[in-house]
């Protein structure tokens, strides 16, 4: 399944893929009600590297890549992933996720950091901790669930010295 860096034809099938993420309220620390436009504007930002996968001319899923911090801490990436309802337990995050890596390494960056991994969000943990992310910080009560209500939030790092 070919990664295409995303075009503005991308932004409906974006859309699609993020809004009922952000809607659930389970995993980005986003208001629940943002519009259309801004949550685009917010994955599709400028200083952001977006990415869709798609099979056979269909999206799947998407990423951006991007600067965890500025300045002292700008080699240092940071990402974020969403995967279409219907195609997750596919692989697609875990082959996002790994283009991601190279994509960060062959930019220059040293290391990747998540800086707010809801630890209920079991299935992204346990993908990142598989690919080589150690929890290096725990937030805790960081994350409002909606229904739930706090759950402890992850900072995960990883070097990528050794990734190609």
Do not use: K
């Amino acid at each position: 399944m070919p990664i295409r860096p995303a075009t503005a034809a991308d932004a409906p099938a974006i859309a699609a893929m993020i809004l009922p993420v952000i809607r659930a309220g389970e995993a980005f620390a986003l208001p629940r009600d943002l519009g259309e436009a801004a949550a685009l504007a917010y994955w599709c930002a400028p200083d952001h590297e977006t990415f869709v996968m798609e099979e056979d001319g269909r999206p799947l899923g998407s990423y951006y890549l991007r600067a965890n911090q500025r300045g002292g801490g700008d080699h240092v990436a940071n990402a974020g992933y969403v995967v279409a309802a219907d195609a997750q337990g596919r692989g697609v995050a875990r082959t996002m996720a790994r283009h991601s890596l190279g994509r960060a390494r062959a930019r220059g960056f040293a290391a990747m950091q998540f800086n707010f991994v809801v630890s209920s969000n079991t299935r992204a943990v346990a993908l990142w901790q598989s690919l080589g992310f150690a929890i290096v910080g725990v937030l805790p009560g960081a994350f409002r669930r909606p229904v739930q209500g706090p759950v402890d939030t992850f900072v995960m790092f990883r070097s990528l010295q050794d990734v190609e």
